[in-house]
C-alpha cells in the first residue's frame, strides 16, 4: 500500500485543526486517506481548514469545542464516532502559552496555559479510551516542545503543561497497550508558526533571541 492510502478506512481527530501545526497535519492525514474531525474553538477558520480536508476527496468535520470543558470533549469524541463509526488517531497538537515570570503570572493565565496543553489531551484520551479499547486498538499522538531547564522564563505555565504531558503520555501508554492503544509524544523542533520561531537549543543554552528562519522548518512547509 502507498504512503498516501496508508491510512484507509481510518479516522482521525486533530485539536488545533484550524491553524499551524494542528491544521497540516491534519491535512497531511487526509491525505494518507483518513477521515478527519477538525476540532479548535474558532468555528470560521475551521470551515477553512475543512475546505483544505474535504479537496483529499476524504470526509472532513468541523466540530468548535472549548477542550477547557469536559462536556464538550466528551460529546466531540462521541459525535466524531457517531459521524466516522470509529476513532482511530487522535491528535493533541492545540496549544498556548501565557508570558510572565512566576511572580507576575496571573492564576487566570496559568490555568488557561494549562487547561489547552495538559488537561485538554486528558479530557480526550479519557474520551477516546474506551472507543479505541472496544475497537482493538488506536493511537493518541500528544505534541510537546519543551527544551531542559534553562531559557525558560516567562514560560513557566507551559512547561509546567508540557512536562505534565510528558509524564501523563507515559501513564496512558502503560494503561493503553494491553489493549493495542499506543500514546506517544512527539517532538516537531523549531518551528515558524503563528507564534513565532523559538530554537529549543537555544532555550537551553539560556537564549532568548528568535532563531534565524533558515534554521526553522517554515509555515509553508507544513502545508506541504
Not at 65 to 91: G, M, N, P, Y
Not at 94 to 122: I, M, Q, Y
Amino acid at each position: 500500500m502507498s504512503e498516501l492510502g496508508r491510512l484507509e478506512g481510518k479516522a482521525a481527530l486533530v485539536t488545533g485543526a484550524s491553524s499551524g501545526l494542528g491544521r497540516a497535519t491534519a491535512i497531511v492525514l487526509a491525505r494518507s486517506s483518513a477521515d478527519v474531525a477538525l476540532v479548535a474553538r474558532s468555528a470560521e477558520e475551521l470551515e477553512s481548514a475543512k475546505e483544505e480536508v474535504a479537496k483529499t476527496d476524504r470526509r472532513a468535520l468541523s466540530l468548535p469545542t472549548d477542550l477547557a470543558k469536559e462536556k464538550e470533549t466528551s460529546a466531540t469524541i462521541e459525535r466524531t464516532v457517531e459521524e466516522f463509526c470509529r476513532l482511530d488517531v487522535v491528535v493533541n497538537a492545540a496549544g498556548t502559552d501565557t508570558p510572565g515570570t512566576v511572580e507576575d503570572l496571573s492564576v487566570e493565565g496559568w490555568d488557561r496555559t494549562l487547561n489547552v496543553n495538559l488537561k485538554a489531551p486528558f479530557l480526550l484520551s479519557k474520551a477516546a479510551f474506551p472507543h479505541m479499547r472496544d475497537a482493538g486498538g488506536g493511537t493518541i499522538i500528544n505534541i510537546s516542545s519543551v527544551a531542559g531547564k534553562k531559557g525558560w522564563t516567562n514560560a513557566s505555565a507551559y512547561c509546567a503543561a508540557k512536562f505534565g504531558l510528558m509524564g501523563f503520555t507515559q501513564a496512558l501508554a502503560d494503561e493503553g497497550k494491553e489493549y493495542g492503544i499506543r500514546a506517544i509524544v512527539l517532538y516537531p523542533g523549531a518551528m515558524s508558526t503563528n507564534w513565532g520561531a523559538f530554537s529549543p537549543e537555544v532555550c537551553q543554552e539560556g537564549g532568548s533571541e528568535k532563531v534565524p528562519s533558515s534554521r526553522v522548518l517554515p509555515r509553508s512547509a507544513l502545508q506541504n
